[in-house]
């Protein structure tokens, strides 16, 4: 089964910054698109940002203006680079392809705290 596998999360003071990165195996990569997902602590699980196969992006309002989503096709990867982080953004991050979904990987918890 083909899974993401996501990392680069960790604890970061507000205004700071993380990238994170998903890699997803085999050969399909370039035709997936892709989005990244978050799961704040007891709330269901949120659509961020969303890449198509053809680099249009698309962001939750949320997020606008202090996220960047991008795709290196020839590393089958999805980063998200994240700045100016609130404690609001504080959740696990997960990445899938939003038209044709895979397993969910393990994601990669984000917690912004002083």
């Known amino acids: 089964q083909v899974q993401p596998v996501e990392s680069g999360g960790g604890l970061v003071q507000p205004e700071g910054s993380l990238r994170l990165s998903c890699t997803v195996s085999?050969?399909?990569?370039?035709?997936?698109?892709m989005a990244w997902y978050r799961q704040p602590p007891g709330k269901q699980r949120e659509l961020v940002a969303a890449?198509?196969?053809?680099?249009?992006?698309n962001y939750a309002n949320s997020v606008k203006g202090r996220f960047t989503i991008s795709r290196n096709n020839a590393k089958n990867t999805v980063y998200l680079r994240m700045n100016d982080l609130e404690p609001e953004d504080t959740a696990v991050y997960y990445c899938?392809?939003?038209?044709?979904?895979?397993?969910w990987g393990q994601g990669t918890q984000v917690t912004v705290s002083s």
């Open positions: 899938n392809d939003y038209v044709n979904p895979m397993y």
């Open positions: 085999g050969s399909a990569f370039a035709t997936r698109n």
């Open positions: 890449i198509t196969v053809s680099d249009d992006t």
